[in-house]
């Protein structure tokens, strides 16, 4: 691979280069360069880190191997090489608001790196690197400049003695441009950095980490060299490792001689396809900035998607809505009111699909998500933009730079536009957005939402002494002790009590009764304590230890007293079927409709299950079927639980157990496992086999958010229940029908047919009375001033009728008024027309004149000038309001 074009050989040089490199080729290069010299070319680690809770998005070479450089993992090989797919929009690395704006940031990119556990060091990481740029790519060496870490002389004098660099090239920099850290402690060390320089006289010495695009960094070198104890002390490591890193992007506008990463192969076909679908120009910095915002934004959507994420209003699912809306409000600056960002991603597709194959294999269901997304948000950008457009005029007429909190949130709750969109568009305007009144009303939201649901009593242990906490045992354990995995009852000692009105609070020091959490709700049961019995009917924790509530007895419990605590078994076994049952149907739903799914909520009761989980589409009744029937199948293969407790977080990753960002895992975890058909992290309780379930029934499906779904199902008896239940409707059905069971749903459907054709009938007759009404009142008109006027009051079935006879009166009216009312399922119905002539002469309007009306009525109402509409809730004052009418339409023509 020895021919490559660059901006520098162009201008500098200026010789013809008849080829120009490809960005497949240049990442084709880079791994055959590094494979050929011992390195095991590995696949990028997946765009969605499902094994790393801490992370959003991958968003660096190097998160596959964080527990090599942890010391909590090992590979069966030291030196790798690969292209990694990363998504940088929030947190520490956020490319977000330099996208489009330059031409070298993204928010999607390819880190190419090659990598070395404790095998070659700082000579090979640099010879290579150079050999790579300049002997391979045949980059101007006069062109490239290094920097080291201000005390990493090993690092300088390599780059001076394996490399024929000019020495003068070599530059020291401090630890904000050399010095690379995991975190605050951990795994650390210094870095060398090669920097391009794209200047015209090629002099850009001067402009190295100055962060200009003249002179770019296009190589990261790292050398994890130390370990950072909590004090800041560095202590070197006894194996060092390389960690590098290359933007492909960058580094494809280098060797394909282009000022810009979006003229390159990986972005120009979009930004071609973006003209095609705006009827646009890639000219002039409003649309250049908003075709490359759109052409990087589908990049980062669609890999998130194709690896599982879905847009969704939590983590990293609400980062891509507000991509997907960023990208929306900018083709409205491209003049496009429809969708089209879903039609960027097969020729996405095209360009990335021999690296990514997902790309091509997930195509349509990417295209789907996306339009399904950009038709949502449709239906409320334009309303949302005219309004941040009226408040901003209204700010900078009175001399204000601020935009207002209460209409940020507004357009935020109400109207879909992320914080940060309104933020970017105020910059656009020269305004600020007022962040901590934000802020306070999301915080207000967000207690209001509380207040509303379910607000579970939250209990704090107190000093004894007090009076006002619990009364402890001296020696009462920290903790109480969960059986509740594996027995139903246990003999506990009392350790803790607290009396109220009504209830009686007892603390145990070991207990089966589960607490909720993970959408299973609490147990309830008996405590027994000698001939006494105490019902619980409700417990929750405070700290690690367990509260029972429990309805006082004929008997008082004594504090360090020896109580039988027995759960609810009945109550218990059909949660336990029913939360198993999600785990299934969990394993199901990622099985027959895609890996994209993922829970998004649940809750267990002993009477059914609710499972909300990521999806697009309504999901039709014959995939409903398919998704029984592999749970009922997997019911019936009676597979065996596994129940993996209180193992180390890394043995459970090993094990493929489904984690989800945002969720908090500690060092240790349980797993729940039936098979290999369902492995997820999880806390609950469950039957000891599938078989248990019994059987499982869908009642309902449906949609709760945009991109989320939800199920309802019934397993065990209460499935039995709701089978026996439909079976007698059926047979009652056959009765009345006379009919076979195959014949019943033909029989209703054709009754119902036939009842509509009747209705439809009857419609038409009371219609034809009511025309014949509105005749003898067209005859017998009132006068108010000379004008013409037709009222009266009318039968129909419906408003939408009532509109009809009024668009009939103003036909037949010539000159003149007409109100006609109606009462209609106990409400009243209006409407009024009002002929051109008097629109255009006396200023009349039929939605002035029928608000009146409405208003004696106790309603209101409006529409167009010559046809308006109305309602009212006093049906007695129908007359009242019609007698009105001459009146008011003097009222509007001495207005007039």
Same mark, same amino acid.
């Given at each position: 691979? @020895? ?7 162009l ?10 490199i490809k %960005? ?6 880079f791994l055959?360069?590094f ?6 070319v ?7 880190p ?5 992370l959003?998005? @991958?968003?660096a ?6 527990d090599?450089?942890? %010391?909590?993992?090992?590979r069966?090989?030291?030196r790798?090489?690969d ?6 929009v929030?947190? /520490?690395?956020?490319?977000l608001e ?22 070659y060091?700082?000579?090979e990481?640099?010879?290579? #690197?150079?050999e ?9 060496k ?17 780059w ?12 020291k ?5 050399n ?23 090629g002099?850009?010495g001067?402009?190295?980490?100055a ?28 194996a ?6 290359m933007g492909l992007?960058?580094l ?6 282009? /000022? ?6 990986l972005?120009?076909p979009?930004?071609d396809?973006?003209c ?28 998130a998607i ?25 083709a409205?600056?491209l003049?496009?009111?429809k969708p089209?960002?879903?039609k ?5 597709a ?21 339009k399904?997304?950009?038709e949502?948000f ?14 901003a ?8 730079n ?5 209409e ?6 109400t ?5 940060d969109?309104?933020?970017?568009m105020?910059?656009e305007q020269?305004?600020?957005v007022d962040l %901590?009144?934000?802020?306070l009303?999301?915080?207000e ?7 509303a649901?379910?607000?579970?009593f ?7 002494s ?10 009462a354990p920290?903790k ?9 009852e246990?003999?506990?000692a009392v ?7 009504g209830?009686e ?8 009764f ?14 027994y304590?000698?001939a006494?019995e ?5 417990? #929750? ?6 509260v029972?509530?429990i309805?006082?007895g004929s008997?008082?419990l004594?504090l360090?007293?020896q ?9 218990r ?17 990622r099985k027959?409709?895609?890996t ?11 009477g ?6 990521t999806?697009?589409?309504?999901i039709d ?18 597979i065996?639980?596994?129940?993996h407790?209180?193992i180390p977080?890394e043995e459970?990753k090993?094990?493929?157990a ?6 908090k ?7 729940v496992?039936?098979g290999?058909f369902?492995?997820?992290f999880?806390g ?11 059987y499982?029934?869908?009642t ?29 409707q ?5 009765r ?6 195959a014949?019943?749903?033909?029989r209703? %459907? ?13 419609s ?10 509105l ?6 008109p009132k006068? *108010?001033?000379g ?6 009051s ?13 668009d009939?009166l ?7 008024v007409g109100?006609?009312?109606s009462?209609v399922?106990?409400k009243?119905?209006l409407v ?7 629109i255009?002469?006396?200023r ?7 608000g009146?009306? *409405?208003?004696?009525l106790g ?16 049906t007695?004052?129908?007359?009242e ?8 339409v ?5 207005g007039?």
């Open positions: 691979m @020895t021919h490559c074009g660059g901006i520098f050989f201008t500098i040089h200026a010789r013809i280069v008849q080829y120009v %960005a497949n080729e240049i990442r084709k290069g055959q360069f494979e050929e010299r011992g390195h095991r590995v696949p990028s680690a997946p765009v969605i499902y094994d790393d809770p801490t959003l998005f @991958t968003n070479g190097m998160n596959q191997f964080k090599v450089f942890l %010391a909590t993992g090992t069966d090989y030291v790798a090489a292209s990694q797919k990363c998504i940088r929030s947190g /520490k690395h956020n490319d330099e996208v489009g704006k330059d031409t070298y940031h993204h928010t999607f990119f390819e880190m190419l790196g090659n990598w070395s556990f404790g095998d060091y700082k000579r990481a640099i010879q290579w #690197a150079w790579l740029l300049t002997g391979v790519w045949q980059i101007p006069k062109r490239l400049w290094a920097t080291v870490y201000e005390t990493d002389d090993e690092a300088e004098l390599f001076k003695t394996v490399t024929d660099i000019d020495p003068s090239h070599v530059l920099f401090g630890a904000k441009d010095f690379w850290e995991m975190g605050e402690t951990g795994p650390c060390g210094p870095c060398s950095e090669i920097h391009i320089d794209l200047t015209p006289d002099n850009g001067r402009l190295v980490n962060g200009t695009p003249l002179v770019m960094e296009i190589w990261n070198l790292v050398f994890i060299q130390y370990d950072r104890d909590e004090k800041g002390t560095l202590t070197e490591l006894p060092k490792h390389v960690d590098t890193g992007e960058r494809v506008a280098v060797l394909q001689g282009k /000022k810009s990463n979006y003229d390159t192969d972005f120009a979009l930004i396809e973006i095609a679908l705006t009827g646009k120009t890639y000219e002039g910095e409003v649309h250049q900035i908003a075709m490359r915002v759109v052409a990087d934004h589908v990049r980062a959507l669609s890999f194709a690896g599982g994420a879905m847009p969704s209003n939590e983590g990293r699912g609400y980062v891509l809505r507000r991509l997907l809306r960023r990208a929306s409000r900018y409205r600056q003049g496009v009111h089209i960002i879903h960027l991603v097969p020729p996405l095209v360009i990335m699909g021999d690296a990514y194959p997902e790309l091509r294999e997930k195509s349509a269901h990417i295209s789907r998500v996306v399904g997304e950009e949502n449709t239906a409320t950008l334009d309303r949302g933009l005219n309004i941040f457009e009226s408040v005029a209204r700010v900078k007429d009175t001399g204000g601020v935009f207002p909190s209460d940020a949130f507004k357009l935020y709750d109207f879909g536009f992320p914080l969109l309104t933020e970017l105020a910059r020269s305004l600020t %901590a009144g934000f802020q009303l999301m915080a939201q967000k207690e209001r939402a509380r207040q649901g379910k607000e579970k939250v209990l704090t242990l107190e000093d004894a007090s009076g006002s906490g619990f009364t402890l045992l001296p020696d920290s109480t002790e969960f059986t509740g995995y594996d027995v139903l246990n003999a506990a350790i803790g009590l607290k009396r109220g009105d209830t609070l007892v603390i145990l020091d070991r207990t089966p589960y607490v909720e959490a993970g959408g299973q709700v609490d147990d309830t049961g008996t405590l304590a000698g006494s105490f019902r619980v009917v409700d417990v #929750a924790k405070s700290g690690d230890r367990v029972h509530v309805e006082p008997a008082e004594r360090g007293g109580v039988h605590a027995a759960v609810d078994q009945e109550r076994r059909a949660i336990m079927r029913n939360h198993s049952a999600t785990h299934l149907v969990h394993a199901a739903l027959l409709l895609g994209h799914v993922h829970q998004a909520g649940s809750l267990v009761e002993p059914r299950l609710r499972f909300d989980f999806h697009f589409e309504k009744e014959s995939t409903q079927r398919d998704i029984e029937a592999l749970v009922n199948e997997k019911i019936r293969e009676n065996r639980l596994q129940h407790r209180n977080f459970a090993k094990m493929g489904l984690m989800f960002f945002g969720d895992y500690g060092d240790r975890v349980n797993v496992q039936f290999d369902s492995t997820e999880c609950g309780t469950h039957v000891k086999s599938t078989g248990d379930i019994g499982f029934r869908f309902s499906e449906g949609s709760i958010a945009s991109g989320v779904r939800r199920i309802e199902a019934v397993t065990g008896t209460t499935a039995d229940e709701l089978i026996r239940l439909q079976f007698e059926v047979e009652k059905l056959q009345l029908l006379n009919a076979k069971p014949e019943v749903a033909d209703v %459907a054709a009754l119902i047919e036939e009842r509509k054709k009747l209705e439809k009938e009857l038409a007759l009371r219609l034809g009375d009511a025309k014949r009404q005749e003898r009142l067209v005859k017998e006068t *108010a001033d004008i013409k006027l037709v009222i009266g009318l039968s129909v079935a419906s408003p939408d009728e009532l509109k009809d006879l009024g009939a103003l036909a037949q009216l010539g000159s003149g109100v006609l009312a009462v399922n106990e009243v119905a009024c027309v009002v002929t051109d002539d008097l255009s002469a006396k009349l309007k039929a939605g002035k004149i029928v009146a009306v *409405a208003k004696i309603g209101g109402g409006g529409g167009r000038p010559h046809l308006a509409t109305a309602g009212g809730k006093d007695t004052k129908v007359n309001a019609l007698d009105q009418v001459p009146e008011i003097r009222s509007f023509l001495k007039a």
